[in-house]
């Protein structure tokens, strides 16, 4: 049986199914030639990121499909309905990749805390010749400690981001449609443990309360975060979006920086991804990376291991 990791899976993935007898095809196919390809190959399991589309028209001209994985939480790239009613399996890793996502919400924050893309971009040019203006124009950095961080979706991922926001000594405030409260437990190089119990609260107050606000959210049909919200936030709170483009305005975001309600931003994903905005790309007040939120190497081995264990249950066993 074959697999096609179309946008890629690691290698221990890859040894797992190959151990189990199916053959692994790892290559990016593009997308108007997926389906001559999958059918030329008879693909039994089609493996994506959010880089391929996986619509109800190629499902429907696939008849070798048995199976669609997405290596990651979202699922907004697949048509899962239509493939569940086709009889076909809709797997994914809704946790393995965490942790990751999560390090990088705080990877803006600290950095844009402390003024580091602005200082990383003015040392190599004037740091030799204006060091001492620049030591004084980047000292007017906040610490995270004692600050509240609202977390804005709080399933895996904001519950991973809580995690380290209390670790730090942060105070978190958690909100989610669905979830009325999680215990979140701390687990320490020692193997100590300590929990604690966060009961979500209404986005109104969050909005009100929280230094620095976290999305984590699925693809929604309208937007979470508009002018309307941002009126509502604290004064120079900062705003990071790990989730998916669309869920903030990032029109109504550049003018919450430029007014001065927002004193910035760290975004990972973009509302015309992948062509953000020149207005984005090129604000000084928004800390940048491409989609990478769940792209470390520990995530891209756990992915693989957890795709090819519930290919092996699914097709195999």
Sequence with gaps: MKILANDGISKSGIALLEKNGFSVIVMRVAQNQLEKFINEEQIVGLLVRSATKVSQDLIEACPSLKLIGRGGVGMDNIDVEFAIDRGLHVINTPKVSSNSVAELVFAHLFGMARFLPASNREMPLEGDTRFNELKKAFSQGIELRGKTLGIIGFGSIGQEVAKIAMGLGMHVIATDTEIKKAIIELTFFNHQKISFTIETQPLETLLTTADFITLHIPAQENYTLTEN????????????????????????????????????????????????????????????????????????????IALATQIIHLLKN
């Design 229 to 304: 919200e941002f009126n509502k936030m604290k004064n120079g709170v900062g705003i990071v979006n790990t989730a998916r483009g669309g869920v903030l305005n990032e029109v109504d975001l550049i003018n919450a920086i430029e007014n001065g309600k927002v004193q910035f931003a760290g975004l990972d994903v973009f509302e015309s991804e992948p062509t953000p905005e020149i207005q984005i790309l090129m604000n000084a007040e928004v800390s940048l990376s491409p989609h990478i939120g769940g792209a470390t190497l520990e995530a891209q081995e756990r992915i693989g």
